[in-house]
């Protein structure tokens, strides 16, 4: 299949689209086609046209790049409403759940990130092995996709992932919504049943009125919950506003707590340091945390001009992960040779881990050993 094809099938452009092959490790298949990057309803839609064998062109739309209700001129805009539904936006890695067709027609179903086709295992995270985990705690996914033929976008979250917002859970999903094979997103309230519990539910109305009185009261609530903790942010990222327009489609907006919203839109021309580290956790979940990666990532938000100025912190900010990255892997394998497990025997665990870093490094040490085996 030629890439303009499949580009035609999203109506997106040639260059938004990335070719892939590789093995889907959920059912142990050959997989090639397209993966869009297009930061729009089409972000991480995939163009399926191998499985097995060659097969019809196969659509699977993934987690939509979410906007504001405001541009960077600060301009408001909000679709017409008939009611309005807020979840909590929680903060972790995004999964999708979605079947496709094999060559022998076989339906499957499997699970990715949002700009890779399948979940891995990577030096950069064991996301494949965290999410088997939650499977194993939410059996019913898979049933639940194979009967509503609908993908279902979940939020992979808590210590053991941890980000931004400190959790003190060790390791959940939250289903977050369905998506139809057109595309078009349905929350929790829209379907007859969910496949995992849902993020929480903070707001609802019917015929919502100034809805930017709203947003903004709901935002500045947020602000006021969250603190600092050792680890990061207690409290709540922010929310995902759904919005069902007169015509019977749901539209998503994203909200974000004020401190957070500072994160990742810096004052003038230059990108904030908490920006680029949060655009590299991202390119770590999708396989490779490189310079040109972030600068990807990152132009989905900013203009040319403001990642070419902030290309010296870019760098240096990738260098930064790169080097706590390796120190976790470092830790990782230290602990994985003792034969032990931090919940049985904390004491002989870090008294053995002592002996090989130093002695200021033991509290980061015990954090990496304890959101390895999801201890909060």
Same mark, same amino acid.
């Given at each position: ?15 938004? +689209? ?12 050959? =997989? ?8 729009? $309803?089409?972000?991480? *839609? &995939?163009?399926?046209?191998?499985? %097995? ?17 405001? %541009? ?9 409403? *008939? ?11 995004? =999964? ?9 027609? @076989? ?31 939410? !059996? ?22 941890? $980000? ?11 289903? +977050? ?6 595309? @078009? $997103? ?8 969910? !496949?995992?519990?849902?993020?929480? &539910? ?15 009261? /709901? ?24 919005? +069902?327009? !007169? ?6 907006? @994203? ?14 021309? $230059?990108?904030?340091?908490?920006? =680029? ?11 490779? +945390? ?5 600068? /990807? ?31 976790? /892997? ?13 919940? %049985? %025997? ?11 870093? !130093? ?9 990496? =050993? ?7």
């Amino acid at each position: 299949m030629e890439i303009r094809q499949a580009a035609e099938l999203l109506g997106a452009q040639p260059q938004d +689209l990335h070719p892939f092959r590789d093995i889907d490790p959920f059912n142990a298949i050959t =997989v090639a086609g397209f993966i869009c990057r297009r930061p729009d $309803h089409r972000y991480g *839609a &995939l163009v399926i046209y191998h499985a %097995d064998g060659p097969t019809d062109p196969q659509v699977v739309y993934g987690t939509p790049k979410m906007g504001y209700p405001f %541009d960077r001129a600060g301009r408001w805009a909000f679709p017409p409403a *008939a009611r309005l539904e807020a979840y909590e936006k929680l903060d972790g890695t995004n =999964v999708l759940a979605f079947s496709y067709r094999t060559a022998s027609g @076989k339906t499957v179903v499997s699970y990715k990130t949002r700009l890779m086709p399948f979940l891995g295992d990577r030096r950069m995270g064991s996301f494949l092995t965290m999410w088997r985990r939650l499977l194993d705690e939410n !059996p019913g996914i898979e049933g639940w996709v194979r009967e509503t033929r609908l993908s279902a976008s979940f939020e992979m979250y808590g210590s053991a992932n941890r $980000h931004l917002i400190d959790y003190r859970v060790p390791l959940a999903a939250a289903f +977050l919504f369905a998506i139809t094979a057109d595309g @078009k $997103h349905l929350p929790p309230s829209a379907l007859p049943s969910t !496949p995992a519990r849902p993020a929480p &539910l903070l707001l609802a109305a019917s015929s919502p009125s100034d809805l930017r009185t709203l947003y903004e009261q /709901q935002r500045e609530e947020m602000g006021r919950q969250l603190r600092e903790t050792g680890e990061g942010l207690a409290g709540m990222e922010g929310a995902v506003w759904y919005l +069902l327009t !007169p015509g019977g489609t749901w539209r998503l907006l @994203k909200l974000k707590a004020p401190q957070v919203e500072e994160i990742h839109f810096a004052e003038g021309a $230059h990108i904030s340091r908490e920006a =680029v580290r949060h655009a590299c956790y991202r390119a770590m979940e999708d396989g490779a +945390l490189t310079v040109r990666a972030v600068e /990807q990532l990152l132009l989905e938000d900013w203009e040319e001009r403001e990642v070419r100025a902030s290309a010296t912190l870019i760098e240096r900010v990738v260098a930064e992960v790169e080097q706590e990255e390796a120190f976790r /892997q470092e830790v990782l394998a230290a602990y994985r040779s003792l034969g032990l497990r931090l919940q %049985d %025997d904390r004491g002989g665990v870090m008294r053995a881990l002592s002996g090989r870093f !130093p002695k200021a490094m033991m509290r980061r040490v015990y954090r990496i =050993v304890a959101d390895h085996e999801g201890l909060s």
